[in-house]
C-alpha cells in the first residue's frame, strides 16, 4: 500500500507512524498546514518534523504554504464553526489532490491521533473524499495511542506545542484556561492516569520550599523567579521535579534552578524534565547556560551541557551568609557550562 499520511505535526505522528509500520504500512508524510500561525510556531512545528522525519527514516513531503491571509478571510466567516468550516477541509482535500497527481493508493491523517480534535467529522469528511477522488481512505482510531505516543513524544525532547494551531487557538489558551475537558474514548482514562506530564508552573511562589533544596538562599531565587519560565513534572497528581529557566537574550537561556523531590530521586526525572524542555526551546532559542557547583558538572555534561563557559570565584562564599555544601563538597566557586541547543539530536 502507498499511504500518504497528512501530518499536523511531529508529536502526534510518533504513535500513528509506529502503529502502521508494525501493520507492515509504510508512510509518506504529508506537510500541509496553512492554518497554523503566527509564522515562528508554523516554521517551530515543520522545522521539528523535518528533524524527526529524517531520524527514523521516513519519507516527508513538505507543501509550504503560511496561509494566513485566506485563513482568516475564511475564518471570519463563522469563527466557533471556522475547524469544520476551512480548517479541517483545506489541509484533507488538499491531501488527496496531491495523492490522487502522484499515484497514492490510500490517505490518512493523523488529526485522527488527537484527542482534542473533532474525530467523527474528520472520519466522515474523508469518506466523503474518498468516494470523490476514488482513493482509498485508511481509517485508525489512532486515539488509542494517544498517550503513549504523547510521552514518547516528550521523551525524545520534540517541540510539544501549546495550542492547537490558529491565532484563535492559541487566544483561546488565555482567555479559556481551563476549557472543557475532552470526552474520551472507553479505556483511555487509565492509560492517562500513569503517564508523565510536563506543567508550566503559574502559581510560581507555592513551590519556594522545593526550590529552596536546590538553592537555599529565598532572596537569591526571588531574583530570578519573576521573570523565569517554571515548568514541573508532573507523574500522576504530584509534581515531582521543577525547572527554572531565565531568558537572558532572544537566543540565550539559563537554567536558574533544577530540583526533584527527595523521594522522587534517583529515577531520572530531572532529566526527563529537562529534556523535554530542551526540545521545546531548542526551535526558538540556540543556547542554554546553567552555573552549577563542582559536583554536579558531569550530570549537566552528560545532559549536553558540555562547552565550557567561564568560573565565577568564590561565588558561594560571596552570595551566602552561610557555608555551602554539596555532598562532602565545600562549594566555592560557580563553574558555567552552555548547552548548543541546534545541536541537539532526537534519540530514538
Not at 474520551?184 to 533544596?213: A, H, M, Q
Request: hydrophobic share 30%.
Amino acid at each position: 500500500m502507498k499511504l500518504l499520511l497528512h501530518t499536523c505535526c511531529a508529536p502526534c505522528s510518533v504513535y500513528c507512524i509506529d502503529k502502521l509500520r508494525e501493520e507492515g504500512i509504510e508512510p509518506t508524510l504529508y506537510w500541509y498546514n496553512p492554518n497554523i500561525h503566527p509564522y515562528t510556531e508554523y516554521k517551530a512545528r515543520r522545522d521539528c518534523l523535518k528533524e524527526y522525519s529524517k531520524s527514523i527514516d521516513v519519507k516527508a513531503i513538505f507543501e509550504e504554504e503560511y496561509g494566513l491571509d485566506n485563513f482568516c478571510k475564511e475564518a471570519v466567516k463563522d469563527l466557533n464553526n471556522r475547524c469544520v468550516n476551512y480548517c479541517y477541509p483545506v489541509r484533507l482535500r488538499k491531501t488527496f489532490e496531491y495523492a490522487k497527481e502522484n499515484g497514492y493508493d490510500a490517505v490518512s491523517t493523523t488529526l485522527l491521533y488527537s484527542i482534542y480534535q473533532k474525530h467523527d467529522f474528520i472520519k466522515n469528511y474523508m469518506e466523503k473524499l474518498s468516494k470523490e477522488y476514488g482513493i482509498e481512505f485508511l481509517y485508525r482510531d489512532f486515539r488509542e495511542g494517544f498517550w503513549k505516543g504523547h510521552n514518547k513524544a516528550k521523551e525524545l525532547g520534540l517541540y510539544m506545542q501549546k495550542y492547537c494551531g490558529c491565532i484563535f487557538s492559541e487566544e483561546s489558551r488565555y482567555n479559556n484556561p481551563n476549557p472543557p475537558k475532552p470526552v474520551l474514548p472507553e479505556g483511555f482514562e487509565d492509560t492517562r492516569r500513569w503517564s508523565l506530564c510536563v506543567k508550566r508552573i503559574e502559581n510560581k511562589n507555592d513551590y519556594i520550599d522545593l526550590l529552596l533544596e536546590a538553592n537555599p538562599s529565598k532572596a537569591s531565587i526571588n531574583k530570578y523567579l519573576s521573570d523565569s519560565d517554571v515548568y514541573g513534572l508532573q507523574v500522576e497528581e504530584n509534581i515531582v521535579s521543577l525547572a527554572v529557566i531565565l531568558h537572558i537574550d532572544n537566543k540565550t537561556l539559563e537554567l536558574k534552578n533544577l530540583v526533584t523531590k527527595k523521594e522522587y530521586r534517583g529515577k531520572g526525572y530531572a532529566k526527563k524534565l529537562l529534556k523535554s524542555l530542551c526540545g521545546n526551546y531548542k526551535q526558538k532559542y540556540d543556547k542554554m547556560l546553567v552555573g552549577t557547583s563542582e559536583n554536579n558538572i558531569p550530570f549537566y555534561v552528560k545532559q549536553g551541557f558540555d562547552k565550557y563557559e567561564k568560573t565565577i570565584k568564590n561565588y558561594f562564599i560571596d552570595n551566602y551568609e552561610e557555608e555551602i555544601w554539596d555532598r562532602d563538597l565545600k562549594c566555592v566557586d560557580m563553574y558555567y557550562y552552555s548547552k548548543d541547543l541546534k545541536k541537539a539530536k532526537v534519540n530514538i
